[in-house]
């Protein structure tokens, strides 16, 4: 029996050992080269750190999903006459394709989209016979872009979600609205 122990215990200690050994002869190999070229070794390190950052704050469905809810709450606290209608549209918009689970998202590493689906998720087997789009469509049916945590057509239509444009004139004064 305890013969038998020590030989699995060699047969998993051995191939360990040589792990170890060939991760320690390649970061020592590492730091040789880095002290022989320290410019390039900079420049490919601080380029690995930040595509590792970029895509570590890569924005998830989920985090797409809070912040329409979060700007649907705030666009319902503003009364109707002062919002802002472009950003009322984008979140009417948003609102109706999440609703009819028409949202798609498309992860990419370094950035994200969500884009608008042609069906429902649930009849993919009839989308791909009948609906496949081309790849210039796609481009007209990305509803945002989601880069470094933040989603930029989101962010960028409610910039100034209660200020309604239209209740200025060109003059600056105010107009009435109804």
């Known amino acids: 029996m305890a ?5 699995i215990g060699e047969a998993i200690y051995k191939p360990m050992w040589n792990t170890v050994v060939d991760y320690k002869d390649v970061f020592v190999e590492i730091g040789q080269k880095a002290v ?3 410019v390039k070794s900079v420049l490919l390190t601080s380029l690995a750190s930040t595509l ?3 895509s570590y704050k890569n924005p998830s469905d989920q985090h797409f999903h809070h912040n329409s809810l979060h700007n649907h709450h705030r666009l319902s606290l503003v009364h109707r006459r002062v919002r802002n209608q472009s ?3 984008y979140i009417d918009t948003v609102q109706r394709l999440k609703s009819l689970n028409l949202l798609g998202y498309c992860s990419f590493g370094l950035f994200s989209v969500v884009y608008e689906r042609l069906i429902d998720s649930e009849c993919k087997e009839y989308g791909r016979v009948f609906l496949s789009p081309r790849w210039v469509e796609y481009v007209d049916r990305i ?6 945590g933040k989603w930029l ?3 960028e239509a409610m910039m100034e979600y209660d ?5 200025w004139t060109s003059e600056g004064a105010e107009t009435i609205v109804n």
């Open 153 to 155: 057509r989101m962010e």
């Open 163 to 167: 200020v309604n444009e239209e209740e």
């Open 143 to 148: 509803v945002d872009v989601g880069f470094m």
């Open 52 to 54: 590792g950052y970029v």
């Open 3 to 7: 013969a038998r122990l020590k030989r």
């Open 87 to 89: 950003s009322q549209q």
């Open 36 to 38: 022989s070229n320290p």
